[in-house]
């Protein structure tokens, strides 16, 4: 089993509405939980940061985790084509800066 | 976030020779820097993690001999790829390491490398 696990897709969403991407993992000690947006050639930049259970929202971005479920998603409201790129979840483990990424979703927002 | 860059930005070899790849931590002292690998349509791969002043920490599979890297100061960690051959051929991208595990962590613009 991979220590995170993400739907490679592609997933094509319509401009304007909600993309749904989701990422589970499967360390029960891992302690932080990060989306990166990377678009094509270049490298990932931040999207979201998340740490506790619940829903943490920026802009049009919601994070959200579920511990128990092992579960983390993100949800990109009024989707726009500049979102389209790849997306990547990071965890890492109680006391360690090492991040695992998932092999990230390529997202495409058809207009 | 932190700002971080990386030299060359590209570049193409010959196989058997070396590369070296820049990776400077602009506005924050990094104890550490993690070296990652990223091959065409997989995602990103940890290579090492380098600390300022000691010796690199390689992930299995990955050879220390080939991948030469140096963290000589705060504020500057080197790659170098020595011998290298087609199958080296990937981007490589620096983050530096942050103040503790819940911090955010920034990458590097990333290097791609071609070798011919």
């Known amino acids: 089993q991979k220590e995170v696990e993400q739907n490679s897709g592609p997933l094509s969403v319509p401009e304007g509405a909600i993309a749904s991407l989701n990422c589970t993992y499967s360390?029960?000690?891992?302690?932080?939980f990060f989306w990166y947006r990377q678009y094509s050639g270049k490298s990932p930049e931040l999207i979201m940061s998340i740490y506790s259970n619940g829903d943490k929202e920026d802009g049009r971005f919601t994070a959200q985790l579920n511990k128990a479920s092992q579960y983390v998603s993100l949800l990109i409201r009024d989707s726009q084509p500049s979102d389209s790129a790849t997306y990547l979840c990071?965890?890492?483990?109680?006391?360690?800066?090492?991040?695992?990424f998932g092999t990230g979703t390529r997202l495409t927002i058809i207009p | 976030g932190a700002v971080v860059s990386q030299h060359p930005s590209w570049v193409i070899c010959k196989s058997g020779t070396s590369v070296k790849i820049e990776c400077r931590s602009l506005d924050f002292q990094a104890t550490t820097m993690f070296w990652y690998r990223q091959f065409p349509k997989q995602s990103l791969m940890l290579m090492a993690t380098?600390?300022?002043?000691?010796?690199?920490?390689?992930e299995q599979g990955v050879e220390k001999d080939k991948f030469l890297i140096n963290h000589a100061s705060l504020t500057l960690s080197t790659l170098t790829v020595t011998s290298a051959h087609p199958e080296d051929s990937s981007f490589y991208i620096c983050?530096?390491?942050?103040?503790?595990?819940?911090?955010?962590?920034?990458f590097g613009p990333g290097t791609r490398l071609t070798v011919l």
């Open positions: 990071a965890v890492n483990l109680i006391g360690n800066e090492k991040l695992t």
């Open positions: 983050s530096p390491g942050t103040s503790g595990p819940t911090d955010t962590q920034y």
């Open positions: 380098s600390n300022e002043g000691s010796k690199a920490t390689y």
């Open positions: 360390d029960r000690g891992s302690q932080s």
